[in-house]
């Protein structure tokens, strides 16, 4: 299977402290997208990496991305209770075809 | 704009019976659209890559004859789960691509499909 992986699978933390979550992908990409999931509904995009971005910000999120392992991670900082939700890496390989391949998801929980 | 919708959102039927999901781009054209399967605390899964205009390319192990996939109009993919059983119980989402060759190939989603085979 091409999917990617993530860890950890599941976390839970307090409001107020940061979460990482981690994606590890197997193939060369164009990009890695972060996707969050509240249960039982659609996919909210969060934030897109290019393969020749090293880290990227946006609000309280930060994507760091190191092609050479093949990995990425995403750091919500100051979380919160509404950041409750699962997180899904995404890659877009260089193979052309313009698939997406998922990662397993973390499934963060932040204790109010 | 980018916006993709699903119809229905939620869908229950008899186990036996087909049942068909719409996915609509409405602000743009989609060239490609895609479908997913996800199970209960589980990733998303490709299905299918849907063409406007042609086949479907099915990715390994889905059954095409039982996934059927109509790509019509470069605004609507449809599914069409045939002689559904309870194992096809599941949240089916769709995501459409624009076109072109952009790097960033970005796909927009729409909200999901939750069918319940009984």
């Known amino acids: 299977s091409q999917q990617g992986e993530e860890d950890p699978q599941a976390l839970s933390i307090q409001e107020g402290e940061n979460a990482t979550m981690n994606c590890s992908y197997k193939?060369?990409?164009?990009?890695l997208q972060w996707y969050r999931q509240n249960s039982g509904r659609g996919l909210v995009h969060l934030i897109l990496?290019?393969?020749?971005?090293r880290e990227k910000h946006s609000g309280r999120l930060r994507v760091t991305l190191d092609t050479s392992k093949k990995s990425s991670s995403l750091l919500i900082t100051a979380s919160r209770a509404a950041d409750t939700a699962s997180y899904f890496c995404?890659?877009?390989?260089?193979?052309?075809?313009?698939?997406?391949?998922f990662g397993t998801g973390t499934r963060l929980k932040v204790l109010a | 704009g980018a916006v993709v919708s699903q119809h229905p959102s939620r869908v229950i039927c008899k186990s036996g019976t087909s049942v068909k999901i719409e996915c609509r781009s409405l602000?743009?054209?989609?060239?490609?659209m895609f479908w997913y399967r996800q199970f209960p605390k589980k990733s998303l899964m490709l299905m299918a890559t849907?063409?406007?205009?042609?086949?479907?390319?099915?990715e390994q192990g889905v059954e095409k004859d039982k996934f059927l996939i109509n790509h019509a109009s470069l605004t609507l993919s449809t599914l069409t789960v045939t002689s559904a059983h309870p194992e096809d119980s599941s949240f089916y989402i769709c995501?459409?691509?624009?076109?072109?060759?952009?790097?960033?190939?970005?796909?927009?989603f729409g909200p999901g499909t939750r069918l319940t085979v009984l």
């Open positions: 995404a890659t877009v390989p260089t193979s052309g075809t313009y698939k997406y391949i």
């Open positions: 849907s063409n406007e205009g042609s086949k479907a390319t099915y």
């Open positions: 193939t060369s990409i164009n990009n």
């Open positions: 602000d743009f054209q989609a060239t490609t």
């Open positions: 990496i290019r393969s020749n971005e």
């Open positions: 995501s459409a691509r624009a076109g072109g060759t952009s790097a960033q190939n970005e796909q927009f």
